[in-house]
């Protein structure tokens, strides 16, 4: 028995896509307030985006994920990036 998909298949009822590029950006706040860090994902090449507002800490774990990661997928209804695939049993 094979599960039947809902039709039409669009490009908003794909909820994970692959993550092909990325790029932090910081906009200065006012004087003496501090500014606001944005990440903008680019997902399967393009198919879709996403920008994600984020503090500087944040900001700092994500580059050193996202540079050490060989795949990472964004699950766009949860609003959660999934760094890598392990196989079960391995580290």
Sequence with gaps: ????????ITDDS?????LSHYQF?????????PGTWTLQLVLDHG???EVLT???????NL?????TAE???YDIGRR?????????GHH
């Design 1 to 8: 028995m094979t599960p039947t998909p809902e039709q039409p």
């Design 14 to 18: 794909i909820r994970v896509r692959q």
């Design 25 to 33: 950006t910081w906009v200065a706040g006012e004087p003496g307030a």
């Design 47 to 49: 198919a879709w985006e």
């Design 54 to 60: 984020i503090d500087a800490d944040d900001a700092d």
């Design 63 to 67: 580059q050193d994920l996202l540079s």
């Design 71 to 73: 795949t990472v997928y």
């Design 80 to 88: 959660t990036l999934m760094f890598g695939t392990t196989k079960a």
